[in-house]
């Protein structure tokens, strides 16, 4: 006969461990959060002014959908070979070069003077920030206590609607006072955070021990293995479709201005504050994916209710406060999906191929779903209305790619 596991006594056992959690571990999960939530905030302001770039370039609704593919795609094979070489050269020298580069790229969207300037300085600078996730990801996991490896890389994800935050705070008064090409400058206040990298960051001693015991040099094709591929594939799989309902939401601070007519400095504030509420949802589904259901179930749960409350946001809501409330729950639930989808594709793989299935099933199938989303969408969007590009491009894609993660067996805890 069977015994259920003692959930309660399972979730005190490690609630006391966290209080043991060594003080380099919280040393080490400070500086990934706050390289993840200034490199969102500097990803975060190029969709803040789409509307404007459209209207100085004069690009179509479909054109914009394309630039915003075309820069994604290229980022995302960028992100790729970026991942190889963290697990070949380290952890801290990859976030140390990708800190330092990321603002100097973003900074140069504010003088960019034709299309092609702007997807060579959007492209790069993505690819700089976006390379940020599968690096401090990997190293969290590596340099978290073994029980609470899910914890603390899932919470970090927080660091996307922080990011958000903090730029639906300040953009709108940049914007407002000084004109929507001296919001990019915000990127280099945060380059004297590459000297906290350099001072208090350590490569983790899991990397370390796996490059002195093997040598090898880790390849993209690694993963394909007859044990990895099948898993490698679904991974790539769930995470497109997901990030691919994602990537539509690029377009929702030009869905509030162009469908609903409210002006830049609202929809901004609204998009910011929701993901505020939304961090609460990278937080809530760390915890469950930890203590209480399997990390694959709670991807599913989660996927399944933010499509939910996608498709009502867009589908029976204008006014602004109910607007604020519904989006605030689907960014809870479809935004807080990552912080649990991260931390699974991580812990699928052993520790020297990490960052490059990070990068890989994590971050270019991130790119091409952040990339393709937009640009469906904005065909759907042509032919019918906002709302049903939503519902097609977004509501769908998220359901099925939490169909897509039940084809996947959970990661037992104790094999972290």
């Not at 969007?381 to 491009?393: K, L, M, V, Y």
């Amino acid at each position: 006969m069977s015994v259920r596991p003692d959930r309660t006594s399972d979730s005190a056992s490690a609630w006391r461990q966290i209080a043991q959690v060594p003080a380099h571990t919280w040393r080490v999960f400070c500086i990934c959060l706050l390289g993840v939530s200034f490199a969102n905030l500097d990803h975060s302001l190029f969709t803040f002014v789409l509307t404007e770039f459209s209207e100085e370039f004069n690009w179509s609704l479909t054109d914009r959908g394309w630039y915003i593919f075309i820069t994604f795609v290229l980022a995302g094979l960028v992100i790729t070979r970026l991942g190889v070489l963290t697990d070949r050269l380290g952890r801290k020298k990859m976030l140390l070069a990708t800190t330092l580069l990321t603002p100097v790229f973003v900074a140069a969207l504010a003088w960019v003077p034709n299309t092609l300037s702007l997807v060579v300085a959007r492209t790069l600078g993505f690819a700089m920030a976006g390379a940020q996730s599968p690096i401090t990801i990997t190293t969290m996991l590596e340099e978290s206590p073994a029980r609470l490896r899910g914890l603390f890389s899932g919470i970090l994800q927080i660091g996307f609607p922080i990011g958000f935050f903090l730029a639906g705070l300040l953009v709108p008064w940049i914007y407002a006072r000084f004109g929507w090409r001296y919001i990019f400058l915000l990127a280099l206040v945060f380059l004297p955070y590459a000297w906290i990298i350099h001072r208090y960051l350590r490569e983790p001693q899991a990397w370390l021990a796996a490059r002195e015991m093997g040598g090898r040099i880790p390849r993209t094709r690694e993963l394909f293995r007859p044990d990895l591929r099948r898993k490698t594939i679904l991974l790539f799989l769930g995470q497109f479709l997901y990030v691919f309902a994602y990537g539509t939401t690029i377009l929702l601070t030009a869905y509030f201005r162009e469908a609903l007519g409210w002006e830049a400095e609202e929809a901004i504030q609204m998009v910011g504050f929701s993901f505020g509420i939304g961090a609460f949802g990278y937080i809530a589904a760390a915890i469950v994916g930890e203590f209480y259901l399997s990390r694959r179930n709670t991807i599913v749960l989660w996927c399944w209710l933010g499509g939910l409350a996608f498709a009502a946001m867009v589908w029976l809501v204008q006014e602004r406060a109910q607007m604020l409330a519904i989006f605030g729950l689907m960014t809870f639930f479809f935004y807080g999906a990552y912080a649990v989808i991260a931390t699974f594709i991580a812990e699928n793989y052993p520790p020297e191929l990490r960052a490059t299935a990070a990068s890989f099933a994590g971050s270019l199938a991130i790119e091409l779903g952040l990339g393709g989303g937009p640009l469906v969408v904005s065909y759907v969007i042509e032919a019918s209305n906002w709302q049903w590009g939503f519902t097609a491009c977004a509501v769908i894609p998220v359901i099925v790619a939490g169909a897509i993660f039940l084809g996947l067996k959970p990661v037992p805890r104790e094999a972290l």
